[in-house]
């Protein structure tokens, strides 16, 4: 089994954003109250608890799948793991996109990653 050179670097550039948004989830998540109360000042939306939940999972499952890219010891366990990063970050861009009530085009851009993260679960044989 060899791994494409798409999946390795891929799966590092998972891991480091994985890793940031998991500590930028828990220092968020650490201050919400006053987050809240500089967003309620602003007339925005406040965040709540279980909205920085699904982000520090969704961070998590980043982490997960960019290691399982690395260590590549089976196909079938890197394409699940790549399957559950793209639906999860599927549903991190539905739930975006309902709770804020905005569509654009660069909500997009977040599929970026875990698409070639797939491709290169493909490419690898």
Do not use: C, H
Not at 15 to 38: E, H, R, Y
Not at 101 to 119: A, C, E, H, Q
């Amino acid at each position: 089994m060899k791994r494409s050179k798409l999946l390795k670097v891929v799966s590092i550039i998972v891991i480091v954003f994985g890793a940031l948004g998991l500590l930028s989830g828990i220092v968020v998540l650490l201050m919400l109250d006053i987050i809240n109360n500089m967003m309620m000042d602003l007339g925005m939306p406040l965040y709540s608890a279980s909205q920085m939940l699904i982000g520090l999972i969704g961070a998590i499952v980043a982490i997960v799948a960019g290691i399982l890219g690395l260590v590549y010891k089976s196909k079938s366990s890197v394409l699940v793991a790549g399957s559950l990063y793209l639906i999860f970050t599927v549903g991190e861009i539905l739930f975006s996109i309902l709770s804020i009530g905005v569509f654009t085009v660069f909500i997009f851009i977040g599929l970026i990653l875990p698409l070639l993260y797939l491709w290169g679960v493909y490419l690898s044989e």
